[in-house]
Every structure is written in structure tokens, then in C-alpha cells.
């Protein structure tokens, strides 16, 4: 399994990034992209890794970290098993490296999906991608 993710860089306070995260590997034994839940960690210097938004098509479900609700959308595109994430009115707080993680759950329990991976139930993590926020 492979989890590429790219479209970081330099940024302007209130700007905005799309980043991508082309997955490899998680279609196999015939399971779609739609059958994971899917989702962006960051890691900030000196702080600790952050769940910061998640999807499931599996139960329906987004979940995003308080810090960024209302500026960050999570979307997933299961023909091209690539999944999103639109960055607007972006902080220098949301300075970091970003990575793309998956988990295909199978249990369903009264928490979401979403909020289970971002929470740090992951199986699978890929290469991040660096977003500065600076003038």
C-alpha cells in the first residue's frame, strides 16, 4: 500500500493549497477506495501529530479538528482513488508536514469512522507534504 501525497508548499497567510494524496495498494482483494476510511494528519514542529480531517463513505461520515472547520474541505474521488484536501484562509498555525492515512474498517460502533481514524486508529500512513503559512 502506498499513500503519495503532494501539493504543499509556501503560502501567504489567507491563501489557499489543494492537497492530494494518490493511493496505490488499498483496491486490492477487491475492496474500492470507498471502502476505507480515509483521511489528513499534520505535524507541526514540536507539537504532536493532529488528526486533522477524515472521511468515510462507509458510514457516511467527515470529521474535522476544531482548528480547522469552516476553512478545510475533505473530499475523495474513487475512480481515480485519490483523496483531498482544500485548504482556504489558511494560518501560519496550520504550518506543518501532512499526511494521508487509511484504515478499511469493519466493525461499526457508535463513533464514526472518521472521527475512529482521526482519532490515531490508522493502519496505513504515507509520505507527508510540507504547507508553510508565512508572509
Known amino acids: 500500500v502506498q499513500l503519495q501525497a503532494s501539493g504543499g508548499g509556501l503560502v501567504e497567510p489567507g491563501g489557499s493549497l489543494r492537497l492530494a494524496c494518490a493511493t496505490s495498494?488499498?483496491?486490492?482483494?477487491?475492496?474500492?477506495?470507498?471502502?476505507?476510511?480515509v483521511g489528513w494528519f499534520r505535524q507541526a514542529p514540536e507539537r504532536e501529530h493532529e488528526g486533522v480531517s477524515c472521511?468515510?463513505?462507509?458510514?457516511?461520515?467527515?470529521y474535522y479538528a476544531a482548528s480547522v472547520r469552516g476553512r478545510f474541505t475533505i473530499s475523495s474521488d474513487n475512480a481515480k482513488n485519490t483523496v483531498y484536501l482544500q485548504m482556504n484562509s489558511l494560518k501560519p498555525e496550520d504550518t506543518g508536514v501532512y499526511y494521508c492515512?487509511?484504515?478499511?474498517?469493519?466493525?461499526?460502533?457508535?463513533?464514526?469512522?472518521?472521527?475512529?481514524?482521526?482519532?490515531?486508529?490508522?493502519?496505513?500512513w504515507g509520505q507527508g507534504t510540507q504547507v508553510t503559512v508565512s508572509s
Open positions: 495498494g488499498l483496491t486490492l482483494a477487491g475492496f474500492t477506495l470507498d471502502d476505507y476510511a
Open positions: 492515512v487509511a484504515k478499511r474498517f469493519k466493525a461499526t460502533l457508535k463513533t464514526t469512522r472518521s472521527e475512529r481514524l482521526c482519532r490515531n486508529n490508522t493502519d496505513y
Open positions: 472521511l468515510s463513505r462507509s458510514d457516511d461520515s467527515t
